[in-house]
């Protein structure tokens, strides 16, 4: 049997995983699984970084955009700590990720050595799975248990290795055992008396809506053909946007803070949601009255975030090919046509407010900028904050373009991680990062990681001085603004400095300049990274979670402040109820 380090072993058994890369910053306690990674270098790329939670986001990045597990590594003591930020982030959206932590060599271990630190405690939290190996011999074991625990648990590994342990020989050749990096597809269907009790609830009901999650990714096609053969308007949850075409007139965006006015409005007013393939928490805040049919392949899920009159357990692509079958078609109702109707007339508040810079630069306008640019299988990798409600508003999700985002954890700095990543991944397609300000400070020291790799992500920072999204929360308080101002900076010349292009702009003339140029450097192949340095108005973006606009609900002072506020004039955009009575006249 061969003989090799531990570390190499453990760099065959991720390579047999078919992990091609991996992030991290090498150090005492964890060199020998480095050169461990070094003797397998032609089959698996080491990504410098220059923080290691910037690699831990970046493999958590890779596992959502790809399925594939991804992999970061980091020393004992903080290096290790720094790693946790990524790894919380994987956590809450059942991720499946694998951190290597080091550790100080046995024969120190228990002496209050140098970043000597018990770890497994540090991390029992965020992952599932958490060993320390005790001798070489386990390592390429344990490795591989790890990241078959992470698959079928969608969460967290990690393996801490003393790293003597890695430096010594042992005999390895491989596991001879199936790398099954998903479950059995053991996929549930509906039966035939569950669905006689949605037909007859979809005849009921007047206002039938459909509400997609994750769970329905993949089954984009048929979910448009029963949104068409039922004339039911359709919303996603965020971090699902895409899984009906955003172009799609049906298609009304998302509910809440990052959602639009058709899908605040429509939810509002639905007397029956189609809840399928998620879990969405917020839809406890609904109307008691909406009666729900939940469709969901985990038990568990049933009922959870909202009682539910009728449950399906079934898998969503499986509950929606049985919708197309069902010997039932719904006739258009004024309730659909108001709803298509609202939201074509948000579309185009949100276009006029993008051609405005009357004032200065527009968040939207930027964004508009970006959709009109973006290739039809662009990969965005986007941030926290401001940024992402501008983004999940406007950016099209109709073709083959994939995102990513921190929708559960919420952390900020994950937009550049997410698109070093996404470029990784996806070489030969068009990549874009956006965030705030704010987001971008806390990680824009990799961008040399963009530089060195030459990954040609389009960076694009929204940039207002401010905590934007806080000062929102601030402001709804009636609190003071303490301590959410920004200081402003260069980016572009940043960037420059960095050794990547720069450019920056304060309004529209200037943006389709330095548009027209990034889209030039792109037609000619170069691979330095791109950072668009927008220096916006630090304008409120309007707040969808709650839109007293309804005359039927709202006293007429509450409707005028609130329309005065977000600038939202009842002639062009009228109620949900407005419209319906007019369609009525």
């Not at 006689?196 to 609830?201: F, I, M, T, Y």
């Amino acid at each position: 049997m061969p003989k090799m380090t531990a570390g190499r072993a453990l760099a065959q058994v991720l390579v047999g995983w078919k992990i091609d890369h991996l992030y991290g910053i090498p150090a005492a306690s964890i060199n020998n699984t480095v050169e461990g990674l070094y003797k397998e270098r032609r089959n698996i790329k080491y990504i410098q970084v220059r923080h290691e939670e910037i690699g831990a986001l970046a493999a958590t990045a890779d596992a959502k955009l790809t399925g594939t597990i991804g992999v970061s590594f980091a020393s004992a003591g903080p290096g290790g700590v720094h790693l946790l930020n990524g790894l919380y982030d994987a956590k809450m959206d059942h991720t499946p990720v694998l951190a290597l932590v080091g550790q100080s060599a046995t024969n120190i271990m228990n002496t209050n050595f140098f970043q000597e630190m018990n770890e497994d405690p540090v991390f029992a939290d965020v992952a599932q799975f958490h060993k320390q190996v005790t001798t070489a011999e386990q390592i390429p074991h344990v490795v591989d248990e790890a990241i078959r625990s992470a698959y079928a648990t969608r969460s967290v590994s990690v393996v801490i290795i003393p790293d003597d342990l890695a430096g010594q020989e042992i005999e390895f050749d491989g596991f001879q055992t199936a790398k099954i990096a998903t479950k059995p597809s053991n996929i549930l269907q509906p039966n035939a008396a569950e669905m006689q009790q949605v037909k007859e609830a979809l005849q009921k009901a007047q206002r039938p809506i459909m509400w997609l999650g994750r769970g329905a990714s993949g089954a984009r096609d048929l979910a448009v053909q029963v949104s068409e053969k039922f004339h039911l308007p359709v919303l996603s949850t965020v971090p699902a946007t895409g899984v009906f075409p955003t172009d799609h007139p049906n298609f009304m965006g998302s509910k809440g803070r990052l959602g639009t006015k058709a899908g605040f409005e429509v939810a509002s007013a639905s007397d029956l949601v189609l809840f399928i393939g998620t879990n969405y928490p917020f839809a406890r805040f609904l109307p008691n009255n909406i009666e729900f049919i939940q469709v969901n392949n985990n038990l568990a899920d049933l009922g959870k975030q909202h009682d539910a009159k009728i449950t399906v357990l079934a898998d969503a692509k499986a509950f929606l090919q049985a919708l197309t079958e069902l010997d039932y078609e719904r006739e258009s109702t004024t309730f659909f046509k108001a709803a298509v109707q609202d939201k074509k007339n948000w579309d185009q508040w949100l276009l006029q407010a993008a051609k405005d810079d009357q004032n200065g630069l527009r968040a939207e306008g930027v964004i508009q900028a970006i959709k009109e640019n973006s290739s039809h299988n662009a990969v965005f990798g986007l941030d926290v904050g401001n940024n992402t409600e501008w983004s999940i508003r406007q950016l099209p999700f109709d073709q083959e373009q994939k995102f990513t985002m921190s929708p559960w954890y919420g952390t900020m700095g994950f937009g550049l991680p997410a698109g070093m990543a996404a470029q990784l991944n996806y070489p030969n397609r068009q990549v874009w990062s956006i965030s705030g300000d704010g987001g971008f400070a806390m990680v824009m020291p990799d961008l040399l990681t963009e530089v060195k790799y030459h990954l040609p992500v389009v960076n694009v920072v929204l940039e207002n001085n401010s905590f934007g999204y806080i000062e929102h929360e601030k402001l709804q308080d009636n609190q003071s603004l303490y301590g959410i101002d920004l200081i402003g900076a260069d980016w572009a010349k940043v960037a420059e400095g960095m050794g990547a292009h720069g450019f920056s702009v304060h309004n529209l003339a200037e943006l389709q300049q330095a548009m027209k140029q990034i889209m030039e450097l792109q037609k000619q192949g170069d691979t330095l990274p791109i950072v668009l340095d927008a220096k916006i108005q630090n304008i409120d973006p309007i707040d969808t979670s709650s839109m007293p606009l309804n005359e039927d609900v709202f006293d007429q002072k509450t409707i005028a402040e609130y329309r005065q506020h977000y600038a939202l004039p009842a002639d062009s955009q009228p109620s949900l109820q407005k419209i319906m009575a007019d369609l009525d006249k």
